[in-house]
């Protein structure tokens, strides 16, 4: 046998030197892993907040979207309430310019607040019905007025109650929304 001396100063023998390679490069590996590991966590970590905060946005948004329907709603039950005064003070003192320009304005405001209520689930059909009967009958009330020989009462005889039966309603509806903070208009 012979023996191997090792002197000072001298190379380990390869086999030493690609073990130590191999060692440094798996524990390099392991690291390589390991970071690229935690990276994947740290991805899905930084997703996960990404998708909470973007539910969280689109909570907000509808929320908001909820409560400026509501809010509008409000000011067109208000303008309605208001128009029927207007319009019950023009026939009292047979002012036929303003019981036009409110029967004009009545039509225009229904309209608008019926299509804001038809696409919502939760507000009674009743509403609805009450508001396109109110339309029609201000319609028929102001071809009536344009024959001199009705008086402004006779002329929106049918008009008032239909108009004031859909502005009962719409205000029950619009209480219904301020108790509830704008639920009542939820989808």
């Known amino acids: 046998m012979t023996s191997h001396t090792v002197r000072l100063g001298a190379r380990p023998p390869l086999t030493s030197q690609f073990m130590d390679a191999t060692l440094r490069n798996m524990s390099l590996d392991l690291v390589s892993l390991l970071i690229t590991i935690g990276g994947f966590a740290f991805a899905i970590w930084q997703l996960h907040r990404t998708h909470s905060a973007a539910t969280a946005a689109t909570k907000a948004v509808q929320s908001a979207e909820r409560r400026l329907a509501s809010n509008h709603l409000l000011v067109l ?8 005064s207007t319009l019950e003070a023009g026939v009292l003192v047979e002012d036929r310019n303003g019981v036009v320009r409110s029967l004009s304005d009545w039509r225009r405001t229904a309209v608008e607040l019926r299509g804001l209520l038809s ?3 939760t507000v009674p059909d009743e509403l609805v019905e009450a508001l396109g ?3 029609d009958a201000s319609l028929q009330a102001k071809l009536s007025m344009t ?3 009705h008086s402004l009462a006779d002329a929106t005889i049918e008009a008032r109650p239909a108009m004031s039966k859909a502005a009962d309603l719409a205000g029950e509806l619009a209480g219904k929304i301020k108790a509830n903070s704008g639920e009542a208009l939820g989808d």
């Open 77 to 84: 039950v208000t303008q309605l309430q208001n128009i029927e």
């Open 147 to 149: 024959d001199s020989k």
């Open 133 to 135: 009967r109110s339309v």
């Open 119 to 121: 696409s919502r689930p």
